[in-house]
Protein backbone atom coordinates (compact mmCIF):
# COMPACT_ATOMS: atom_id res chain seq x y z
CA UNK A 1 0.00 0.00 0.00
CA UNK A 2 1.32 3.39 -0.87
CA UNK A 3 2.38 5.84 2.17
CA UNK A 4 2.06 9.09 2.03
CA UNK A 5 5.91 9.56 1.92
CA UNK A 6 6.08 7.40 -1.63
CA UNK A 7 3.54 9.29 -2.80
CA UNK A 8 4.98 12.67 -1.96
CA UNK A 9 8.35 11.14 -3.73
CA UNK A 10 6.17 10.38 -6.65
CA UNK A 11 5.15 13.42 -7.37
CA UNK A 12 8.43 15.68 -7.03
CA UNK A 13 10.06 12.88 -8.68
CA UNK A 14 7.21 13.88 -11.71
CA UNK A 15 7.83 17.47 -11.24
CA UNK A 16 4.29 18.31 -10.04
CA UNK A 17 4.98 22.17 -9.59
CA UNK A 18 2.56 22.72 -6.59
CA UNK A 19 1.73 20.41 -3.87
CA UNK A 20 -0.94 21.62 -0.98
CA UNK A 21 0.13 19.33 2.05
CA UNK A 22 -2.82 19.45 4.19
CA UNK A 23 -1.67 18.99 8.00
CA UNK A 24 -1.99 20.53 11.45
CA UNK A 25 1.32 19.10 12.30
CA UNK A 26 3.73 21.17 10.87
CA UNK A 27 7.08 19.43 12.59
CA UNK A 28 5.98 15.63 11.64
CA UNK A 29 5.20 17.57 8.04
CA UNK A 30 8.37 19.20 7.72
CA UNK A 31 10.41 16.12 9.29
CA UNK A 32 9.16 13.71 6.34
CA UNK A 33 9.94 16.48 3.64
CA UNK A 34 13.32 17.02 4.94
CA UNK A 35 13.67 13.29 5.39
CA UNK A 36 12.61 13.37 1.45
CA UNK A 37 14.89 16.34 0.35
CA UNK A 38 17.68 13.56 1.75
CA UNK A 39 16.39 11.08 -0.17
CA UNK A 40 16.05 13.12 -3.50
CA UNK A 41 19.34 14.89 -2.87
CA UNK A 42 17.36 18.32 -2.53
CA UNK A 43 17.40 20.74 -0.26
CA UNK A 44 14.14 22.20 1.58
CA UNK A 45 13.47 25.95 2.40
CA UNK A 46 10.63 26.87 4.83
CA UNK A 47 8.75 30.40 4.18
CA UNK A 48 6.53 32.28 6.54
CA UNK A 49 5.38 35.71 6.43
CA UNK A 50 6.90 36.77 9.86
CA UNK A 51 10.79 35.19 9.06
CA UNK A 52 10.82 34.90 5.33
CA UNK A 53 12.76 31.87 4.42
CA UNK A 54 14.65 30.55 7.53
CA UNK A 55 18.69 31.20 6.64
CA UNK A 56 17.48 33.23 3.25
CA UNK A 57 18.04 31.60 -0.27
CA UNK A 58 21.84 31.04 -1.91
CA UNK A 59 22.47 32.53 -5.50
CA UNK A 60 20.08 35.06 -5.09
CA UNK A 61 21.12 38.89 -5.35
CA UNK A 62 19.19 41.31 -2.54
CA UNK A 63 17.16 42.47 -5.72
CA UNK A 64 15.73 39.77 -6.01
CA UNK A 65 14.51 39.57 -2.99
CA UNK A 66 13.66 43.68 -2.63
CA UNK A 67 14.44 45.77 0.36
CA UNK A 68 14.20 44.40 4.03
CA UNK A 69 11.06 45.57 4.49
CA UNK A 70 9.26 43.57 1.73
CA UNK A 71 11.14 40.51 1.89
CA UNK A 72 8.69 38.69 3.80
CA UNK A 73 5.65 39.30 1.42
CA UNK A 74 3.95 36.44 -0.37
CA UNK A 75 4.87 38.39 -3.50
CA UNK A 76 8.82 38.30 -2.68
CA UNK A 77 8.60 34.55 -1.62
CA UNK A 78 6.96 33.44 -5.15
CA UNK A 79 9.79 35.89 -7.20
CA UNK A 80 12.66 34.52 -4.79
CA UNK A 81 11.35 30.73 -5.57
CA UNK A 82 11.18 31.59 -9.56
CA UNK A 83 14.65 32.76 -9.79
CA UNK A 84 16.30 30.55 -7.11
CA UNK A 85 19.27 28.46 -9.20
CA UNK A 86 18.52 25.71 -6.68
CA UNK A 87 17.05 22.10 -7.17
CA UNK A 88 15.02 22.26 -4.25
CA UNK A 89 11.40 21.93 -2.60
CA UNK A 90 10.36 25.00 -1.26
CA UNK A 91 8.02 25.25 1.98
CA UNK A 92 5.42 27.93 2.11
CA UNK A 93 3.73 27.88 5.38
CA UNK A 94 -0.02 29.03 5.85
CA UNK A 95 0.24 30.70 2.47
CA UNK A 96 -3.49 29.95 1.66
CA UNK A 97 -4.14 33.12 3.64
CA UNK A 98 -3.01 35.35 0.80
CA UNK A 99 -5.37 33.41 -1.91
CA UNK A 100 -7.66 36.07 -1.51
CA UNK A 101 -5.70 38.75 -2.95
CA UNK A 102 -5.69 38.58 -7.13
CA UNK A 103 -1.86 39.58 -7.48
CA UNK A 104 -0.73 36.65 -5.13
CA UNK A 105 -3.01 34.11 -7.47
CA UNK A 106 -2.03 35.28 -10.53
CA UNK A 107 2.22 35.34 -9.52
CA UNK A 108 1.44 31.40 -8.69
CA UNK A 109 -0.40 30.88 -11.96
CA UNK A 110 2.97 32.48 -13.54
CA UNK A 111 5.17 30.35 -11.25
CA UNK A 112 3.32 26.97 -12.47
CA UNK A 113 4.95 26.97 -15.62
CA UNK A 114 8.20 27.65 -14.27
CA UNK A 115 8.32 24.91 -12.52
CA UNK A 116 7.41 22.41 -14.52
CA UNK A 117 10.11 23.33 -16.72
CA UNK A 118 13.15 23.11 -13.59
CA UNK A 119 13.29 20.66 -10.68
CA UNK A 120 11.69 22.93 -8.19
CA UNK A 121 8.80 21.57 -6.11
CA UNK A 122 6.42 24.28 -4.34
CA UNK A 123 4.75 22.83 -1.33
CA UNK A 124 1.98 24.90 0.34
CA UNK A 125 1.66 23.50 3.75
CA UNK A 126 -1.61 24.28 6.03
CA UNK A 127 -4.06 22.70 8.12
CA UNK A 128 -6.70 24.96 6.04
CA UNK A 129 -7.75 23.65 2.40
CA UNK A 130 -8.19 26.88 0.79
CA UNK A 131 -7.78 27.06 -2.89
CA UNK A 132 -8.92 29.76 -5.49
CA UNK A 133 -10.72 28.29 -8.53
CA UNK A 134 -7.86 29.62 -10.78
CA UNK A 135 -5.37 27.17 -9.18
CA UNK A 136 -7.59 24.31 -9.15
CA UNK A 137 -5.83 22.65 -11.92
CA UNK A 138 -2.49 23.04 -10.95
CA UNK A 139 -2.53 22.18 -7.80
CA UNK A 140 -2.29 18.74 -6.11
CA UNK A 141 -3.84 18.26 -2.53
CA UNK A 142 -1.92 15.46 -0.14
CA UNK A 143 -3.33 14.83 3.32
CA UNK A 144 -1.14 13.96 6.15
CA UNK A 145 -2.51 11.01 8.12
CA UNK A 146 -2.11 10.63 11.73
CA UNK A 147 -0.19 8.53 13.05
CA UNK A 148 -1.13 4.86 12.87
CA UNK A 149 0.05 1.99 15.33
CA UNK A 150 3.78 1.62 14.82
CA UNK A 151 3.76 5.93 14.95
CA UNK A 152 2.28 5.70 18.22
CA UNK A 153 4.16 3.12 19.19
CA UNK A 154 7.66 4.90 18.63
CA UNK A 155 6.25 8.05 20.26
CA UNK A 156 5.66 6.21 23.37
CA UNK A 157 8.82 4.33 23.70
CA UNK A 158 10.74 7.54 22.74
CA UNK A 159 9.17 8.84 25.90
CA UNK A 160 9.89 6.13 28.04
CA UNK A 161 13.21 5.84 26.99
CA UNK A 162 13.62 9.70 28.65
CA UNK A 163 11.74 8.97 31.82
CA UNK A 164 13.48 5.36 32.58
CA UNK A 165 16.78 7.33 33.99
CA UNK A 166 14.14 9.56 35.99
CA UNK A 167 14.09 7.83 40.10
CA UNK A 168 11.28 9.81 40.58
CA UNK A 169 9.39 7.84 38.16
CA UNK A 170 8.49 4.38 38.05
CA UNK A 171 7.02 2.93 34.58
CA UNK A 172 5.44 -0.45 34.93
CA UNK A 173 4.57 -1.05 31.39
CA UNK A 174 4.34 -4.82 29.93
CA UNK A 175 3.76 -5.20 26.45
CA UNK A 176 0.28 -5.82 27.02
CA UNK A 177 -0.34 -2.33 28.64
CA UNK A 178 2.12 -0.76 26.12
CA UNK A 179 -0.81 -2.43 23.16
CA UNK A 180 -3.88 -1.31 25.46
CA UNK A 181 -2.12 2.52 25.63
CA UNK A 182 -1.14 3.01 21.87
CA UNK A 183 -4.82 1.68 21.30
CA UNK A 184 -5.95 4.26 23.58
CA UNK A 185 -4.06 7.02 21.59
CA UNK A 186 -4.83 6.35 18.17
CA UNK A 187 -6.73 9.39 16.81
CA UNK A 188 -4.80 11.71 18.09
CA UNK A 189 -1.92 13.64 15.94
CA UNK A 190 1.66 12.90 16.92
CA UNK A 191 1.99 16.14 18.97
CA UNK A 192 -1.19 15.20 21.15
CA UNK A 193 -0.22 11.60 21.55
CA UNK A 194 3.30 13.04 23.16
CA UNK A 195 1.42 15.02 25.15
CA UNK A 196 -0.81 12.85 26.76
CA UNK A 197 1.39 10.38 27.40
CA UNK A 198 3.71 13.07 29.36
CA UNK A 199 0.41 14.45 31.34
CA UNK A 200 -0.06 10.51 32.50
CA UNK A 201 3.66 10.12 33.94
CA UNK A 202 3.46 13.53 35.50
CA UNK A 203 0.16 12.57 36.93
CA UNK A 204 1.42 9.53 39.19
CA UNK A 205 4.76 9.73 38.20
CA UNK A 206 4.58 6.71 36.63
CA UNK A 207 3.04 5.07 33.95
CA UNK A 208 0.11 1.73 34.57
CA UNK A 209 -3.12 0.53 34.01
CA UNK A 210 -4.20 3.39 35.95
CA UNK A 211 -3.42 5.85 33.26
CA UNK A 212 -5.55 3.90 30.87
CA UNK A 213 -8.66 6.28 31.59
CA UNK A 214 -6.62 9.22 31.68
CA UNK A 215 -5.42 9.11 28.17
CA UNK A 216 -8.96 8.04 27.15
CA UNK A 217 -10.24 11.38 28.76
CA UNK A 218 -7.88 13.45 27.02
CA UNK A 219 -8.90 11.86 23.67
CA UNK A 220 -11.98 12.83 24.06
CA UNK A 221 -11.64 16.10 24.81
CA UNK A 222 -9.46 16.54 21.78
CA UNK A 223 -12.32 15.21 19.58
CA UNK A 224 -14.81 17.56 21.24
CA UNK A 225 -12.97 20.35 20.45
CA UNK A 226 -13.48 18.95 16.64
CA UNK A 227 -16.97 19.77 17.06
CA UNK A 228 -17.84 17.00 14.68
CA UNK A 229 -17.12 13.80 16.41
CA UNK A 230 -17.74 12.58 19.71
CA UNK A 231 -15.89 9.67 21.25
CA UNK A 232 -18.23 7.39 23.72
CA UNK A 233 -17.48 4.80 26.68
CA UNK A 234 -18.93 1.30 25.80
CA UNK A 235 -21.34 0.96 28.65
CA UNK A 236 -24.73 -0.35 27.26
CA UNK A 237 -24.58 -3.94 26.21
CA UNK A 238 -26.66 -6.31 23.68
CA UNK A 239 -28.81 -7.20 26.41
CA UNK A 240 -29.61 -4.09 27.25
CA UNK A 241 -31.87 -4.18 24.05
CA UNK A 242 -35.40 -5.44 24.25
CA UNK A 243 -36.72 -7.76 21.08
CA UNK A 244 -34.91 -7.51 17.97
CA UNK A 245 -34.34 -10.72 17.59
CA UNK A 246 -33.27 -11.29 14.14
CA UNK A 247 -31.07 -7.84 14.52
CA UNK A 248 -28.65 -9.69 17.15
CA UNK A 249 -28.81 -12.75 15.40
CA UNK A 250 -27.23 -10.66 12.37
CA UNK A 251 -25.10 -8.66 14.75
CA UNK A 252 -24.01 -11.97 17.02
CA UNK A 253 -22.71 -13.73 13.48
CA UNK A 254 -20.75 -11.08 12.60
CA UNK A 255 -19.39 -10.69 16.28
CA UNK A 256 -15.47 -12.18 15.08
CA UNK A 257 -15.78 -10.47 11.30
CA UNK A 258 -12.88 -8.04 12.27
CA UNK A 259 -10.35 -10.35 13.57
CA UNK A 260 -7.57 -12.02 11.08
CA UNK A 261 -9.28 -15.57 11.31
CA UNK A 262 -12.01 -14.21 9.13
CA UNK A 263 -9.81 -12.61 6.44
CA UNK A 264 -8.12 -16.19 6.00
CA UNK A 265 -11.53 -17.52 5.88
CA UNK A 266 -11.80 -15.14 3.09
CA UNK A 267 -14.55 -12.68 4.62
CA UNK A 268 -14.41 -8.99 4.77
CA UNK A 269 -15.10 -6.88 6.98
CA UNK A 270 -18.39 -5.43 7.42
CA UNK A 271 -19.21 -1.86 5.90
CA UNK A 272 -22.61 -1.33 7.92
CA UNK A 273 -26.05 -0.74 8.76
CA UNK A 274 -28.93 1.09 8.13
CA UNK A 275 -31.51 1.25 11.05
CA UNK A 276 -35.27 2.82 10.05
CA UNK A 277 -38.03 2.59 11.82
CA UNK A 278 -40.25 4.09 14.92
CA UNK A 279 -39.16 6.63 16.84
CA UNK A 280 -38.37 5.53 20.60
CA UNK A 281 -37.90 1.83 19.56
CA UNK A 282 -33.97 1.00 20.20
CA UNK A 283 -32.34 2.05 17.17
CA UNK A 284 -29.91 4.74 18.98
CA UNK A 285 -29.14 2.19 22.19
CA UNK A 286 -28.64 -0.82 18.96
CA UNK A 287 -25.60 1.67 17.46
CA UNK A 288 -23.68 1.52 21.46
CA UNK A 289 -24.40 -2.14 21.90
CA UNK A 290 -23.07 -2.82 18.42
CA UNK A 291 -19.77 -1.34 19.79
CA UNK A 292 -20.11 -2.96 23.09
CA UNK A 293 -20.98 -6.78 21.30
CA UNK A 294 -18.04 -6.05 18.87
CA UNK A 295 -15.68 -4.38 21.72
CA UNK A 296 -14.84 -1.75 18.98
CA UNK A 297 -14.15 2.04 19.76
CA UNK A 298 -17.61 3.90 18.93
CA UNK A 299 -17.62 7.36 17.34
CA UNK A 300 -20.44 9.53 17.01
CA UNK A 301 -20.64 11.94 13.84
CA UNK A 302 -22.57 15.09 13.86
CA UNK A 303 -23.68 15.45 10.53
CA UNK A 304 -24.76 19.25 11.22
CA UNK A 305 -21.49 20.17 12.78
CA UNK A 306 -19.90 19.28 9.73
CA UNK A 307 -21.22 22.30 7.70
CA UNK A 308 -19.19 25.35 8.45
CA UNK A 309 -19.52 28.71 7.40
CA UNK A 310 -16.17 29.20 5.02
CA UNK A 311 -16.14 27.86 1.29
CA UNK A 312 -14.47 24.24 1.57
CA UNK A 313 -14.71 23.95 5.44
CA UNK A 314 -17.42 21.55 4.73
CA UNK A 315 -15.88 19.34 2.89
CA UNK A 316 -12.65 19.31 4.95
CA UNK A 317 -14.56 19.04 8.12
CA UNK A 318 -15.37 15.61 6.74
CA UNK A 319 -12.54 14.74 5.46
CA UNK A 320 -10.85 15.15 8.75
CA UNK A 321 -13.66 13.13 10.37
CA UNK A 322 -13.29 10.46 8.13
CA UNK A 323 -9.35 10.37 9.08
CA UNK A 324 -9.93 10.18 12.47
CA UNK A 325 -11.93 7.20 12.39
CA UNK A 326 -10.11 5.92 9.79
CA UNK A 327 -7.02 5.96 11.91
CA UNK A 328 -9.09 4.28 15.01
CA UNK A 329 -10.46 1.40 12.90
CA UNK A 330 -11.70 -1.06 13.44
CA UNK A 331 -14.61 1.07 14.82
CA UNK A 332 -17.81 1.81 15.17
CA UNK A 333 -19.54 5.15 13.32
CA UNK A 334 -22.52 6.07 14.38
CA UNK A 335 -24.98 8.65 12.38
CA UNK A 336 -27.32 9.42 14.26
CA UNK A 337 -31.09 10.45 12.18
CA UNK A 338 -28.78 10.78 9.29
CA UNK A 339 -32.14 12.28 7.34
CA UNK A 340 -31.86 15.50 9.34
CA UNK A 341 -28.34 16.07 8.86
CA UNK A 342 -28.47 16.04 4.92
CA UNK A 343 -31.68 17.57 4.58
CA UNK A 344 -30.66 19.80 1.88
CA UNK A 345 -29.76 17.17 -0.26
CA UNK A 346 -33.15 16.49 -1.64
CA UNK A 347 -33.46 20.04 -3.24
CA UNK A 348 -30.08 19.60 -5.13
CA UNK A 349 -28.34 21.76 -2.50
CA UNK A 350 -29.75 25.17 -3.86
CA UNK A 351 -30.27 26.77 -0.50
CA UNK A 352 -26.59 26.44 0.06
CA UNK A 353 -24.57 27.21 -3.06
CA UNK A 354 -24.32 22.96 -3.44
CA UNK A 355 -22.61 22.76 -0.12
CA UNK A 356 -24.85 19.77 1.31
CA UNK A 357 -24.49 17.65 -1.83
CA UNK A 358 -21.07 18.01 -2.21
CA UNK A 359 -21.03 16.99 1.40
CA UNK A 360 -22.93 14.17 0.84
CA UNK A 361 -21.39 13.15 -1.97
CA UNK A 362 -17.82 12.74 -0.47
CA UNK A 363 -19.46 10.76 2.06
CA UNK A 364 -21.39 8.53 -0.32
CA UNK A 365 -18.07 7.62 -2.31
CA UNK A 366 -16.22 7.12 1.65
CA UNK A 367 -18.80 4.73 1.88
CA UNK A 368 -18.92 2.87 -0.86
CA UNK A 369 -15.19 2.91 -1.51
CA UNK A 370 -13.38 3.08 2.16
CA UNK A 371 -10.83 0.21 2.52
CA UNK A 372 -10.69 0.48 6.34
CA UNK A 373 -12.52 -1.23 8.71
CA UNK A 374 -14.70 1.32 9.88
CA UNK A 375 -18.63 -0.03 10.39
CA UNK A 376 -20.76 2.86 9.62
CA UNK A 377 -24.26 2.62 11.80
CA UNK A 378 -26.94 5.16 10.29
CA UNK A 379 -29.85 5.48 12.03
CA UNK A 380 -33.80 7.29 10.44
CA UNK A 381 -36.73 7.44 11.72
CA UNK A 382 -38.06 8.82 8.48
CA UNK A 383 -37.41 6.82 5.05
CA UNK A 384 -39.30 10.09 3.03
CA UNK A 385 -36.12 12.49 3.55
CA UNK A 386 -33.58 9.90 2.83
CA UNK A 387 -31.99 10.76 -0.11
CA UNK A 388 -32.22 7.33 -2.68
CA UNK A 389 -28.58 7.28 -3.65
CA UNK A 390 -28.00 6.39 -0.04
CA UNK A 391 -29.91 3.19 0.17
CA UNK A 392 -28.37 2.34 -2.99
CA UNK A 393 -26.73 -1.43 -2.89
CA UNK A 394 -23.23 -1.38 -1.54
CA UNK A 395 -23.87 1.27 0.63
CA UNK A 396 -24.65 -0.75 3.92
CA UNK A 397 -24.98 -4.43 4.04
CA UNK A 398 -28.16 -4.55 5.23
CA UNK A 399 -31.11 -2.54 6.32
CA UNK A 400 -32.63 -3.20 9.25
CA UNK A 401 -36.81 -2.04 9.74
CA UNK A 402 -37.33 -1.82 13.21
CA UNK A 403 -41.35 -1.57 14.34
CA UNK A 404 -43.52 -1.00 17.74
CA UNK A 405 -42.58 -3.65 20.23
CA UNK A 406 -45.48 -6.58 20.09
CA UNK A 407 -46.55 -8.08 23.75
CA UNK A 408 -43.66 -10.48 24.22
CA UNK A 409 -41.19 -7.55 23.41
CA UNK A 410 -42.92 -5.60 25.71
CA UNK A 411 -42.78 -7.75 28.58
CA UNK A 412 -39.01 -7.58 27.64
CA UNK A 413 -38.76 -4.04 27.55
CA UNK A 414 -40.77 -3.41 31.16
CA UNK A 415 -37.94 -6.43 32.69
CA UNK A 416 -35.06 -4.49 31.72
CA UNK A 417 -36.31 -1.20 32.77
CA UNK A 418 -37.48 -2.30 36.15
CA UNK A 419 -34.25 -3.74 36.52
CA UNK A 420 -32.48 -0.37 35.56
CA UNK A 421 -34.83 1.24 38.51
CA UNK A 422 -33.67 -1.81 40.83
CA UNK A 423 -36.81 -3.15 41.11
CA UNK A 424 -37.63 -6.87 40.73
CA UNK A 425 -39.54 -7.66 37.53
CA UNK A 426 -40.50 -10.57 39.38
CA UNK A 427 -43.44 -8.88 41.51
CA UNK A 428 -44.57 -7.16 38.69
CA UNK A 429 -47.17 -8.53 36.40
CA UNK A 430 -45.57 -8.21 33.32
CA UNK A 431 -48.49 -9.45 30.97
CA UNK A 432 -51.00 -7.18 32.66
CA UNK A 433 -47.86 -3.85 31.65
CA UNK A 434 -47.58 -4.91 28.30
CA UNK A 435 -51.56 -5.36 27.72
CA UNK A 436 -52.09 -1.78 28.75
CA UNK A 437 -49.00 -0.76 26.76
CA UNK A 438 -49.90 -1.74 23.15
CA UNK A 439 -48.91 0.57 20.64
CA UNK A 440 -46.42 1.92 22.98
CA UNK A 441 -42.46 2.48 21.82
CA UNK A 442 -39.67 1.72 24.22
CA UNK A 443 -39.23 4.94 25.30
CA UNK A 444 -42.95 5.61 25.87
CA UNK A 445 -42.92 2.35 28.27
CA UNK A 446 -39.87 3.82 30.11
CA UNK A 447 -41.81 7.31 30.42
CA UNK A 448 -45.00 5.58 32.19
CA UNK A 449 -42.21 3.78 34.77
CA UNK A 450 -40.77 6.92 35.91
CA UNK A 451 -44.43 8.45 35.50
CA UNK A 452 -45.67 5.73 37.92
CA UNK A 453 -42.67 6.17 40.27
CA UNK A 454 -43.23 9.79 40.35
CA UNK A 455 -46.51 9.52 41.71
CA UNK A 456 -45.59 6.42 44.48
CA UNK A 457 -42.76 8.78 45.44
CA UNK A 458 -44.58 11.24 46.12
CA UNK A 459 -46.92 9.41 47.82
CA UNK A 460 -44.37 8.03 49.99
CA UNK A 461 -44.59 4.42 48.78
CA UNK A 462 -43.02 1.42 46.52
CA UNK A 463 -44.40 2.08 42.83
CA UNK A 464 -46.66 -0.90 41.76
CA UNK A 465 -48.30 -2.08 38.43
CA UNK A 466 -51.21 0.13 38.81
CA UNK A 467 -49.21 3.54 39.20
CA UNK A 468 -47.18 2.08 35.80
CA UNK A 469 -50.65 1.48 34.21
CA UNK A 470 -52.41 4.93 35.29
CA UNK A 471 -49.65 6.68 33.89
CA UNK A 472 -49.54 4.86 30.60
CA UNK A 473 -53.63 5.08 30.74
CA UNK A 474 -52.82 8.95 30.41
CA UNK A 475 -49.95 9.21 27.63
CA UNK A 476 -51.43 8.98 23.88
CA UNK A 477 -48.39 6.84 21.83
CA UNK A 478 -46.60 8.03 19.23
CA UNK A 479 -48.12 4.97 17.11
CA UNK A 480 -51.95 7.03 17.77
CA UNK A 481 -50.96 10.48 17.01
CA UNK A 482 -48.60 9.45 14.20
CA UNK A 483 -50.57 7.21 12.73
CA UNK A 484 -50.02 8.04 9.14
CA UNK A 485 -46.53 8.37 8.66
CA UNK A 486 -45.82 4.80 10.75
CA UNK A 487 -48.16 3.20 8.21
CA UNK A 488 -46.36 4.87 5.62
CA UNK A 489 -43.12 4.00 6.72
CA UNK A 490 -44.13 -0.07 7.48
CA UNK A 491 -45.64 0.02 3.66
CA UNK A 492 -42.31 1.11 2.38
CA UNK A 493 -40.36 -1.18 4.94
CA UNK A 494 -42.71 -4.17 3.70
CA UNK A 495 -40.83 -4.80 0.48
CA UNK A 496 -37.86 -2.87 0.84
CA UNK A 497 -36.05 -3.59 4.49
CA UNK A 498 -35.02 -6.77 6.77
CA UNK A 499 -37.62 -7.24 9.43
CA UNK A 500 -35.54 -6.40 13.34
CA UNK A 501 -37.51 -9.02 14.80
CA UNK A 502 -39.30 -12.30 13.62
CA UNK A 503 -42.69 -12.40 14.35
CA UNK A 504 -46.40 -13.11 13.01
CA UNK A 505 -49.01 -11.15 13.15
CA UNK A 506 -52.54 -12.17 13.84
CA UNK A 507 -52.80 -13.91 10.18
CA UNK A 508 -50.07 -15.46 10.29
CA UNK A 509 -47.87 -12.92 7.85
CA UNK A 510 -44.27 -12.59 8.66
CA UNK A 511 -43.70 -8.77 9.69
CA UNK A 512 -41.29 -6.70 10.66
CA UNK A 513 -41.31 -5.61 14.50
CA UNK A 514 -38.82 -3.96 16.69
CA UNK A 515 -38.00 -4.01 20.49
CA UNK A 516 -37.09 -1.42 22.26
CA UNK A 517 -34.42 0.52 24.93
CA UNK A 518 -36.47 3.43 26.10
CA UNK A 519 -34.32 5.86 24.12
CA UNK A 520 -34.74 6.88 20.20
Known amino acids: MQTT ?19 WEEGRAERLLRDLGATLSKKVYTWTVTRGFEGGLPGLSPSVLGDSGQQNTPLAALGAVSQSPERAVFVLKDFHAFFDRPEVVRA ?20 VLAIPRELEKDVTVIDLPLPDTAEISGILEAMLTTVRSDPRVQVNAGPELKERIVKAALGLSANEA ?26 KQILRKMGTLEYYDLSDGIGEVGGLDELKRWLNARTAAFSERARAYGLPEPKGLLLLGVQGCGKSLTAKAIASLWKLPLLRLDVG ?14 RKAIRIA ?3 SPCVLWLDEIEKGF ?7 ASDAGTSARVFGGFLTW ?36 DLPDAVERELIFKIHLQKKKRDPAKYDLKRLAAATEGFSGAEIEAAIIEGMYESFGANRDVSAADIEAAARGTVPLSKTSAESIAKLRAWAATRARSASHKKDSSGTLRAAGGGDGRA
Open 5 to 23: RDELELLIRSRYPVLYFLT
Open 108 to 127: LRDLVGTLKQSFKTLVILSP
Open 194 to 219: ENVFAKAIVHGRKLDEADLPLILAEK
Open 305 to 318: ALFGSFIGSSEENL
Open 326 to 328: ESL
Open 343 to 349: SGVAGGG
Open 367 to 402: LQEKTKPVFVVATSNNIADLPPELLRKGRFDEIFFV
